[in-house]
């Protein structure tokens, strides 16, 4: 597989986006006919995590699906602009009481 992996940190928190595709049959394939795969990782955080698939849609536009254990709907729903702000948030999420001199 091929791909592009890039990570953000704010104080403890780090998460990781993963992308990839295959290039050669001995890459291998990627399941459901998906023309590449994602992961989407906060690290400590396992619940947030997202697996995804990027699929020809019946348009035939390409299209972000959300798969796998963690997802809260049977079957695959799409990944849209807001899910992207909601990993961002978490990662960026300050929920401490402000320190008192």
Not at 2 to 26: A, F, H
Not at 32 to 38: E, N, P, R
Not at 48 to 70: D, Q, S
Request: net charge positive; proline share 8%; with cysteine.
């Amino acid at each position: 597989m091929m791909g592009t992996r890039i990570s953000l940190g704010s104080g403890v928190r780090t998460l990781v986006i993963e992308v990839g595709w295959p290039r050669t049959p001995r890459d291998g394939f990627i399941r459901g006919g998906g023309l590449a795969c994602a992961n989407i990782k906060h690290l400590g955080i396992k619940a947030a995590n997202e697996e995804l698939r990027l699929a020809v849609g019946n348009a035939g536009t390409p299209r972000w699906l959300m798969i796998g254990k963690h997802s809260s709907q049977p079957g695959p729903r799409e990944f849209h602009e807001a899910n992207v702000g909601q990993h961002l948030s978490l990662l960026l999420d300050d929920s401490r009481p402000p320190m008192h001199p």
